[in-house]
């Protein structure tokens, strides 16, 4: 299964307005990680290898422990991750111009989380060593990383060599088709699945500065596709209501950013529909 996401053309004429977000003019498909090759994880690993090496995979960590407060816990998390996921998009693209994230639907294995072939060591990579808990397997295995400190990258499962049953696919399903506000769907998502593969996987994942491991990034690339079911699903891709990062939420609220990874002043508004604005 693919997702067109952030570049896609999506045919809803009453937001091509002169006075909305324009039109963007390409597209970038998303594909279920499960569906990924071998030799797709290495060239993410690629990338991921020459991203460290230029300190922006520890750039990531660091921005977004930085904004962590302002972006949990209030409607903006939604917007700000899909900007945030899309810029590390944007940046793993000058090392490979056909770079996109893919998502992980953790519902998939949510009985035994740690058994997901997502986790093997072709993909994501399993739990980290007994000792030191750095990651020894997969795409960023034995990876160093430079925050908050200089260390390795660490995964450690919630029930030492497993991991504690995730969400079932008809939970979710039943927050996507019964939750009539963002800031309900928001809450039900962030402290459900959000959470549990966070706290799941552990060690890096279990810390403000969780995006170092990529696993933040396939798993917020799946959150944000959970958030455009929503939005198709109630015709709702301008709803933004309840608290924002700064009170209450407006579509013209500016997304959180920090200088290490910019947004130039995008707005929330101009993520709130596929297909247009930034």
Request: glycine share 10%; proline share 4%; net charge negative.
């Amino acid at each position: 299964m693919k997702f067109s996401l952030s570049l896609t053309l999506v045919a809803l004429a009453a937001v091509g307005s002169a006075q909305g977000p324009q039109r963007c003019s390409g597209m970038r498909v998303r594909r279920n990680a499960a569906s990924l090759s071998p030799q797709d994880w290495q060239s993410i690993a690629n990338v991921l290898r020459q991203m460290n090496d230029d300190g922006a995979i520890s750039r990531f960590g660091a921005s977004h422990d930085r904004l962590f407060s302002r972006v949990h816990g209030n409607t903006c998390f939604f917007p700000f991750h899909r900007r945030y996921v899309l810029e590390f998009e944007n940046i793993a693209r000058r090392y490979d111009p056909n770079f996109t994230v893919p998502y992980w639907d953790a519902t998939e294995s949510f009985r035994n989380p740690a058994a997901d072939p997502v986790l093997s060591n072709n993909g994501l990579g399993g739990n980290g060593g007994s000792n030191d808990r750095c990651l020894g397997s997969g795409i960023q295995s034995n990876m160093q990383v430079t925050y908050p400190n200089n260390h390795c990258l660490r995964r450690s499962f919630n029930q030492g060599d497993s991991i504690g049953a995730w969400y079932a696919p008809e939970i979710i399903s039943s927050y996507i088709q019964s939750d009539t506000s963002l800031s309900t769907f928001r809450e039900n998502i962030e402290y459900s699945i959000h959470g549990a593969v966070h706290l799941g996987l552990g060690g890096e994942m279990d810390t403000g500065y969780a995006a170092q491991d990529f696993s933040f990034m396939v798993h917020h690339a799946n959150l944000d596709r959970l958030w455009w079911d929503w939005q198709n699903s109630h015709n709702s891709f301008l709803m933004y209501d309840g608290t924002g990062s700064n009170g209450p939420a407006s579509l013209s609220d500016l997304i959180p950013e920090d200088s290490s990874v910019p947004f130039n002043g995008a707005t929330v508004e101009s993520v709130m529909v596929l297909g247009y604005g930034n």
